[in-house]
């Protein structure tokens, strides 16, 4: 297995497949009584969280906890980190404490790649900047073979702010390696340049969400941020919302086995409507309970569990 | 003035045959004048070039004492085989008066190691409001002819016209750091497929060529002189062409980094690689070595840009933009461009003297010409280690790469500042 999750490129199809079957078994152990197991005793990981992300950090929490992991929450807030301590001189601090893992979201793209070159322990990205989040595309490609049943061959719409998303970077990479067919769509203004000859030659850029809706079998939308309309990337939140936002018209387009996912934290009205969000091909609350089991996998193969 | 003799024995001044040069009183004798006492430096298989000169260093001094100072600086500088440098106005304070010019030139003059030639501020501040007093700084001791705010592009047009302007009434240049900044917000590295995959936001090369453009077409206007600052993309090559075949009093400047490193080198996000302009693409690459040959890009300049290790030794988006780069260039470009050493006499040397007004420099070491030169030795290759260079930062691109050409000695006005490879002080 790899050192340090860092990039879903880092994951071949047999390391990607190993992950998912991995927390398969995981979850299965997981919904039986016992909830704990003691793979990970003795061992510590430290969830270094240099943005507010409550959801992610406790699914990251729960996951090494049901793992018997020792587990530090070391938050910006109130904490040296929020006192203008370096990056490295908090790096150095875990290393003196003897981190098995470090699990760090950071404001800063690659802020996880320079952790890594300062930390003798294996660093997991819980999202970093614009760049990436890992485990949330392995999360969404169990929760598709959960209720599809596979990913190679399946065609994945990603759908919104994908110039800032990390979300649908790690998505693109770690989709096309597990064989699904992949399109972006949004405004041009928010698809980045080149950013097909950068992710994979394989995928497929649209401007028209309706043209491509038909013929998906999960479209995944992406939260995108009012702000954004400041800086002119779209007019509106109204038009955006017109013209790439999924409501109940737009989710009859689709074919009868599609689903329809969001990372959350949902903008609804934005970027997808509540009779969406809360509609039967909604996988929305699944993806956080597959979250926990992905998690455990990740965590379990990286410090070689058993 | 020196008392000392030099004999360099056996040289081969710019490629020449080998010849020797006798060295006295800050000048180069003519053949058979006596050499009794003279210190003899065996020059078998070096080269002889004219003292390089910079025209775009960064010294910290006063401000940044941490990262550079000038004496520090200075002696990186004669290292790399230089015996001028043009000292960037972003310091702090500002390079944007008489006095704090006059106060780097004076610290060059006490460190003796090149000539530092102080750059002013074109806007008070940097701030891009205001002219600062050009004419004062023209008039100072330091008689300052090149006006940047480096760092800054002085991005409003009408300022630009007007800096452009009056400028000319003591010959001075305005050399200009092309960025257009509303194309640039937030902006990490060059715009393209690397900034794709790293989720990094894209500095764009529409923003270095529009603002090319235009002032080469105020410069025309106006019949002022404009330089252009690390030209990096081959779109500001072809607008550069169409420049100089306008007849616009153009000059431009491309880094070794730029002729050496791609956007490529970002994927480690390690911040030694961030600068800015930022390393671009191999077909950039490619056209600026090209246009550099070609004399469309007149000179090498280091846009040497030391920065303490807390200003690099963090997250990219954090760190501070530069790269050192007086210990290396030389041999860069003559990695990148082989040894045709007319040419680079010219883009390092002659050319950027030409463009500062340094009239002591730029000079073939020949009879009657100032002794001021440098030394290569063009069969030896080194490995970069930044613990080992004379700058007070560590900040440079090339830790580990083994380069060829090395600095022997470098000689200012018949005294020389590096001997055997070691700075004299
Ligand atoms: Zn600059």
Known sequence: MIKHLLSAADLDAQHATLVLDTAAELANVSSREVKKLPTLRGRTVVNLFYEDSTRTRISFEAAAKRLSADVINFSAKGSSVSKGESLKDTALTLQAMGADAVVVRHPASGAPHRLASWVDGSVVNAGDGTHEHPTQALLDAYTMRSRLGRVAGLHVAIVGDVLHSRVARSNVLLLTTLGAKVTVIGPPTLIPVDVGPALSPDLRVSYDLDAVLPDVDVVMMLRVQRERMNDSFFPSTREYARRYGLDAARMRRLPEHAIVMHPGPMVRGMEITPEVADSARSTIVEQVANGVSVRMAVLYLLLGGK | ?425
């Not at chain 2, 106060?103 to 003059?109: D, E, N, P, S």
């Not at chain 2, 040419?343 to 500062?356: E, F, G, K, N, V």
């Not at chain 2, 083994?402 to 470098?410: D, E, K, M, Y």
């Open chain 2, 1 to 425: 003035m020196s008392s000392t003799t030099y004999l360099v024995k056996g040289v081969s001044v710019v490629g020449a045959e080998p010849t020797d040069l006798l060295v006295r009183d800050g000048v180069v004798l003519e053949a058979g004048a006596s050499a009794q006492n003279a210190q003899v430096i065996d020059a078998d298989g070096l080269v002889a070039l004219p003292g390089l000169v910079d025209l775009h260093t960064h010294l910290r001094e006063p401000g940044r004492e941490d990262a550079e100072t000038v004496e520090s600086g200075s002696r990186a500088a004669a290292l790399g085989g230089y015996t001028a440098v043009c000292a960037m106005a972003n310091t702090s304070p500002v390079a944007d008066t008489a006095g704090v010019v006059e106060q780097v030139w004076r610290l060059g003059r006490e460190a003796g190691l090149v000539d530092v030639q102080p750059i002013g501020a074109v806007t008070v501040g940097l701030a891009g409001q205001h002219l600062a007093e050009l004419g004062a700084m023209a008039t100072s001791a330091a008689k300052v002819r090149i006006f940047s705010d480096d760092g800054h592009c002085v991005s409003d047009p009408r300022l630009m016209r007007r800096a452009l302007e009056y400028v000319k009434a003591f010959d001075g240049v305005i050399a200009q750091h092309a960025e257009e900044p509303r194309l640039t917000e937030g902006a990490q590295m060059h715009e393209g497929e690397i900034s794709a995959r790293l989720g990094l936001t894209g500095w764009p090369a529409v923003a270095e060529e529009a603002i090319i453009a235009r002032d080469a077409l105020l410069a025309g206007h106006v019949g002022a002189r404009l330089h252009v600052c690390h030209v990096s993309t081959a779109g500001s090559v072809d607008v550069l062409r169409q420049a100089k075949a306008a007849g616009v009093r153009v000059t431009a400047e491309v880094t070794p980094h730029h002729l050496l490193l791609t956007d490529e080198r970002a994927s480690s996000y390690d911040p030694v690689f961030k600068v800015n302009p930022p390393l671009r693409t191999q077909k950039d690459v490619a056209a600026l070595r090209a246009a550099l040959a070609e004399g469309l890009i007149d000179i090498v300049a280091t846009d040497h840009a030391p920065h303490a290790m807390e200003d690099k030794e963090c997250e990219w988006a954090y760190a501070r933009p530069g790269m050192l780069g007086l210990e290396t260039a030389l041999s860069i470009v003559l990695d990148v461009l082989g040894p045709d050493w007319p040419l680079i006499a010219d883009r390092m040397s002659r050319t950027p003297a030409r463009i500062a007004g340094l009239t002591d420099h730029g000079h073939l070491p020949a009879a009657g010409a100032p002794a001021t030169f440098t030394l290569v030795d063009p069969a030896a290759r080194w490995q970069v280690d930044p613990t080992a260079s004379a700058s007070r930062s560590r900040n440079t691109p090339y830790a580990g790469m083994t380069l060829p050409g090395r600095v022997v000695a470098t000689f200012l006005r018949g005294e020389p500042t590096v001997l055997d490879g070691k700075a004299v002080k």
